[in-house]
């Protein structure tokens, strides 16, 4: 079992930056690839970014490019998620996941694959 707790979220007008994080607990970090998702109201959750167990690996949505940056720290236990340049649209629940297997064919990008979830942590863009 591995538990997942992100903080960091917050109000921000557009233009501004947060950083959420996320602490694992429980099991060996190193041992799992790690992903953002989020979602919004009415919306499916999507995916935002991805990283690979040791972090030399990344994958972000193109509607983040540019302006989302996914790191981890496994002496930590923590990844993260820098996001810059927020706009209103990034609005949403935030949630970190944490995948067992390797990411192979593009299983990042799908929620199903992920096989631990925190709470969720709320970010606001006001425009």
């Known amino acids: 079992q591995v538990q997942l707790v992100e903080s960091g979220g917050g109000l921000v007008q557009a233009g501004g930056s947060l950083r959420l994080s996320c602490a694992a607990s429980?099991?060996?970090?190193?041992?799992?690839?790690m992903g953002w998702f989020r979602q919004a109201p009415g919306k499916e959750r999507e995916f935002v970014a991805a990283?690979?167990?040791?972090?030399?690996?990344?994958y972000c949505a193109d509607s983040v490019k540019g302006r989302f940056t996914i790191s981890r720290d496994n002496a930590k236990n923590t990844v993260y998620l820098q996001m810059n340049s927020l706009k209103p649209e990034d609005t949403a629940v935030y949630y970190c996941a944490a995948s067992a297997s390797p990411f192979i064919d593009g299983s990042y990008y799908y929620p199903r694959r992920y096989d631990y979830w925190g709470q969720g942590t709320q970010v606001t863009v006001s425009s």
């Open positions: 429980g099991r060996t970090f190193s041992n799992y690839a």
């Open positions: 990283i690979n167990w040791s972090g030399g690996i990344k």
